[in-house]
């Protein structure tokens, strides 16, 4: 990335943009995505958002090729909240519904394909569907 690129970016003050704004790589370190935050343990908890960093990508197709990653300061940082233990109960048995195949009643071991609403075996018959190998 050209320093010229680098230089649009920068804008700390938000003088341009409505907040401030780092290119990749340059915001200071108490700036994090919720990414970054989530790798640590943390949430944004309520903060709003703190800065923006923003970078040129050609593969990405945003208009005018730019990227956009919020910024929450680490310091407002809340921890992340854990799953009590019936939530955790209710995800399992929310799992295992969208692994259980309608017609044949069987747990196929994969979440189902939507599009077709029952197991490869259903669908396709046991004899074209491959083993998986173990």
């Known amino acids: 990335m050209s320093s010229r690129i ?10 341009r943009h ?4 780092y290119p990749w790589r340059i915001a200071p370190p108490h700036l ?7 790798a640590r343990g943390l949430r944004p ?16 197709r945003a208009p005018g090729g730019i ?13 992340k909240r854990t799953a009590t233990p019936r ?3 209710a ?8 692994r ?13 394909p939507r599009h077709l609403g029952t197991c490869l075996n259903c669908a396709y018959g046991p004899e074209t569907v491959e083993p998986v190998a173990a």
């Not at 230089?7 to 003088?15: E, N, R, V």
């Not at 409505?18 to 704004?21: H, M, Q, V």
């Open 6 to 15: 680098r230089a649009a970016f920068l804008d700390p003050t938000a003088a």
């Open 32 to 38: 994090l995505t919720r990414r970054q935050l989530a």
């Open 18 to 21: 409505d907040i401030p704004t």
């Open 100 to 112: 259980t195949c309608p017609d044949c009643r069987k747990d196929a071991g994969y979440v189902l």
């Open 87 to 89: 939530q955790l109960a």
């Open 91 to 98: 995800l399992a048995k929310a799992n295992a519904a969208r």
């Open 67 to 79: 990227r956009v990653a919020f910024l929450y300061d680490v310091r407002f940082a809340l921890p």
């Open 45 to 60: 908890g309520g903060q709003d958002v703190q800065a923006q960093v923003m970078w040129a990508s050609r593969r990405y």
